[in-house]
Structure formats: C-alpha cells, structure tokens
T-cell receptor, first 112, second 118 residues
Framework: DQQVKQNSPSLSVQEGRISILNCDYTNSMFDYFLWYKKYPAEGPTFLISISSIKDKNEDGRFTVFLNKSAKHLSLHIVPSQPGDSAVYFCAASARSGYALNFGKGTSLLVTP | GAVVSQHPSRVICKSGTSVKIECRSLDFQATTMFWYRQFPKQSLMLMATSNEGSKATYEQGVEKDKFLINHASLTLSTLTVTSAHPEDSSFYIC??????????????FGNGTRLTVT
C-alpha cells in the first residue's frame, strides 16, 4: 500500500528553467515531509523538509510547498542546473523520529 | 554534518551463503537505525528498525530469521542476510537520525550495499 506517491517517473527540463516535482500522500497522520536526491548506486541525500505547520520552506534554489487539504507537496528547483539531474524521492513520516515512507521517485534530467 | 557509513558497497555471493552488512554512524550516536531495501525502479521500502540494546522491529512481510539485525553499540548496526537466494538480490540501505539535531532532523543514509546472489 503506497502511502506516498510520485506519479511522474521522469521529468526533463532545460537548464535555467524551473523544475517542479510533485508528490501526493494518503495518510492524514503524516506531519513531516522531506525530499531526497539520489544518484545511482548511492544512498539518498537529504535536500529539504517541511513540517505540517508550514506551507512553504525555501533553501536557496529549492522550495517545497505543502498543501495539506489536497495532501500534496511539490519541490521547485529554480534555476535548474545539469548537476541537479538525479532521482528525487519524496518522503513522509507520521511522527518525529519515526521511519520514513518513500515514493517511487522521479528521475529529473536537466539538459544544457 | 551527520554521516552514516555502510560497508560493503557491493557484494556478490552464492546462493545459500550469508552476507553481513555494516552500518555505522560516524559522528553521532544512534539508538535507532533503519534498514531499507530498494528494488529497481521502486521506492525505498522499510525492512526493519534496529534498536540499540534490544530486538529489532520488523515490518510486515520481512522474515526476521532471514534478515538478522544486531545493534550492539550506539554507532553500529549490522544486517545479516542468511541463506541468501537470488530473490534477495537488491540494494540495501541503512539510515539514522542524529538526535542532537532536534526532533525533526532528517534521516541520513549510508551509500547502500548492492547485493547480488548468484
């Protein structure tokens, strides 16, 4: 039962443009959401997070938006760079300190 | 920042043998570590939660006798795949949270272990 869903397996964006990665979740108990970036044969690297008390969190080129009523979050990368090409995982947890539930990932390709 | 080290990065073994994977927190102590598994083009699936000094908690469908977890110290957890079979071939990743970074600190992941059972 996939509680975190990333419905786009891949996304291609031109360098300099905005990348928007989407994530939906079904468990209304989730209150902490994260985005991870992963390269092949490596573990995920933490990018940015947001708690359910906020609707936006920004860190440099990365912004995460949370819409609790729609159970939807998105990651915006602007401007996109070729080095951003990787698989991006959305993750969520129901309580602080608990394990994370992951989506299947979206493979982002940023072309020069 | 918090670092989690995992070893080995890649292992090939014959069917029926056992393989041990180590996960270490390098600059923090972790009373809890999480073991995940990822199949190709799939999400990371939680296998078990490793608790220092006590038994691991396994997710539904994960055989505790096959995937032995030992968390003997605050910086080391091991996952042993016993009597490995080809269907156990997967990417195994451990993770831990630095308790000193606050309640909502992110999980930090090791670089994973690619297990291939022939």
């Amino acid at each position: 039962d996939q509680q975190v869903k990333q419905n786009s397996p891949s996304l291609s964006v031109q360098e300099g443009r905005i990348s928007i990665l989407n994530c939906d979740y079904t468990n209304s108990m989730f209150d902490y959401f994260l985005w991870y970036k992963k390269y092949p044969a490596e573990g995920p690297t933490f990018l940015i997070s947001i708690s359910s008390i906020k609707d936006k969190n920004e860190d440099g080129r990365f912004t995460v938006f949370l819409n609790k009523s729609a159970k939807h979050l998105s990651l915006h990368i602007v401007p996109s760079q070729p080095g951003d090409s990787a698989v991006y995982f959305c993750a969520a947890s129901a309580r602080s300190g608990y394990a994370l539930n992951f989506g299947k990932g979206t493979s982002l390709l940023v072309t020069p | 920042g918090a670092v989690v080290s995992q070893h080995p990065s890649r292992v090939i073994c014959k069917s029926g043998t056992s393989v041990k994977i180590e996960c270490r927190s390098l600059d923090f102590q972790a009373t809890t570590m999480f073991w995940y598994r990822q199949f190709p083009k799939q999400s990371l699936m939680l296998m078990a939660t490793s608790n220092e000094g006590s038994k691991a908690t396994y997710e539904q469908g994960v055989e505790k006798d096959k995937f032995l977890i030992n968390h003997a110290s605050l910086t080391l957890s091991t996952l042993t795949v016993t009597s490995a079979h080809p269907e156990d071939s997967s990417f195994y990743i451990c993770s831990a949270r630095d308790p000193g970074s606050g309640d909502n600190s992110p999980l930090h992941f090791g670089n994973g272990t690619r297990l291939t059972v022939t």
